[in-house]
């Protein structure tokens, strides 16, 4: 699969001893200062992070943005589509790994999270960031990281754990207000090359033996494959559309 070459930096002024290291573990260039136009992932001593065009990008599960989103809202409908309840917090296998946002919330939420990202230099990142998180000074942080485990690689190739939940959150075409959105979008466009596997990810997904799959999609956009979604939940800017494969244990009703 093409992904966009990326250039491993040290960060400026810190020992490049970890950035080689970083480098050769995935297998990228190694370079003692930016002499392409990127991205380059910036390896520090005790940070990382990939920057393009200008922008730069980190994972930090405990900066203030992800701990707002931990009391956003955003949060309880995405834990409402997975089927958390009081003391029910399903294990969730994110195929869509990402920046893994929706990944740490499920985390706080309780749920035992496999994150898997096919873009190996974010699955480092993601790594990174868990192995960051489960020394935070936010206790509440450590707990959501202890709850996380990422794996590289392309979650078509992998089986889901029986009665979890699949996660989906895949790429979607960029529509055209859409453009210069977010950095971390753009970022991921790139690196990613905008690669849309989501019909094979969903008929990879309709295949394992899981509880349900959720799918996570803006508002207006078409439902992945043929079936209609048990339910849907929808929020001011995207919707999950929850697919319930079989009965939750204990034979109550779970529509939701
Ligand atoms: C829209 S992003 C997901 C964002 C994520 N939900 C978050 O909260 O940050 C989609 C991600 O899924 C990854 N991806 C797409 N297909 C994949 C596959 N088959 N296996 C693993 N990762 C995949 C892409 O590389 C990309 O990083």
Same mark, same amino acid.
Not at 15 to 43: F, M, Q, W
Not at 167 to 191: I, N, S
Not at 197 to 213: F, H
């Given at each position: 699969?093409?992904?966009?070459?990326? &250039?491993?930096?040290?960060?400026?002024?810190?020992?490049?001893?970890?950035a080689? $290291? %970083?480098?050769?573990?995935?297998? !990228?260039?190694?370079?003692?200062?930016?002499? &392409?136009?990127?991205?380059?992932?910036?390896?520090? /001593?005790?940070?990382?992070w990939? /920057?393009?065009?200008?922008?730069k990008?980190?994972?930090?599960?405990?900066?203030? &943005?992800?701990?707002?989103?931990?009391?956003?809202?955003?949060?309880?409908?995405?834990?409402?589509?997975?089927?958390?309840k009081?003391?029910?917090?399903?294990?969730?296998?994110d195929?869509?790994?990402?920046?893994?946002?929706?990944?740490?919330?499920?985390?706080d939420?309780?749920?035992?999270?496999? %994150?898997?990202?096919?873009?190996?230099?974010?699955?480092?990142? !993601?790594?990174?960031?868990?192995?960051?998180? $489960?020394?935070?000074?936010y206790?509440?942080?450590?707990?959501?990281?202890?709850?996380?485990?990422?794996?590289?690689?392309?979650? =078509?190739?992998?089986?889901? $754990?029986p009665?979890?939940?699949?996660?989906?959150?895949?790429?979607?075409?960029e529509?055209?207000?859409a453009?210069?959105?977010?950095? /971390?979008?753009?970022?991921? =466009?790139?690196? &990613?090359?905008?690669?849309?596997?989501?019909?094979?990810?969903?008929?990879?997904?309709? =295949? =394992?033996?899981? /509880?349900?799959?959720?799918?996570?999609?803006?508002?207006?956009?078409?439902?992945?494959g043929?079936?209609?979604?048990?339910h849907?939940?929808?929020?001011?800017?995207?919707?999950?559309? #929850?697919? #319930?494969?079989?009965?939750?244990?204990?034979?109550?009703?779970?529509?939701?």
């Amino acid at each position: 699969m093409p992904i966009q070459d990326v &250039t491993v930096l040290p960060a400026s002024g810190e020992s490049p001893k970890r950035a080689r $290291e %970083i480098a050769t573990r995935l297998a !990228l260039l190694y370079c003692d200062r930016a002499n &392409t136009s990127g991205p380059h992932l910036v390896v520090g /001593e005790t940070a990382a992070w990939v /920057e393009l065009a200008g922008a730069k990008v980190a994972i930090r599960f405990d900066s203030s &943005t992800m701990r707002h989103r931990r009391r956003g809202g955003h949060n309880e409908l995405l834990g409402r589509a997975v089927g958390v309840k009081e003391n029910r917090y399903p294990a969730v296998f994110d195929a869509t790994g990402g920046l893994a946002r929706d990944a740490f919330l499920l985390a706080d939420l309780g749920c035992n999270v496999t %994150i898997c990202e096919r873009v190996p230099v974010l699955a480092w990142l !993601l790594q990174d960031a868990v192995a960051a998180a $489960e020394v935070s000074v936010y206790g509440e942080v450590r707990e959501a990281a202890g709850r996380m485990h990422v794996i590289a690689g392309d979650s =078509q190739e992998r089986v889901a $754990e029986p009665h979890s939940v699949i996660y989906l959150d895949p790429m979607f075409p960029e529509r055209k207000k859409a453009a210069a959105v977010k950095k /971390e979008a753009a970022l991921l =466009q790139c690196l &990613t090359q905008s690669l849309d596997d989501s019909d094979s990810l969903w008929a990879w997904a309709s =295949q =394992q033996a899981v /509880e349900r799959i959720v799918v996570k999609r803006p508002l207006r956009a078409p439902t992945l494959g043929q079936a209609k979604p048990s339910h849907t939940l929808s929020g001011k800017a995207v919707r999950f559309d #929850v697919f #319930v494969r079989q009965p939750a244990s204990g034979g109550s009703s779970d529509s939701e």
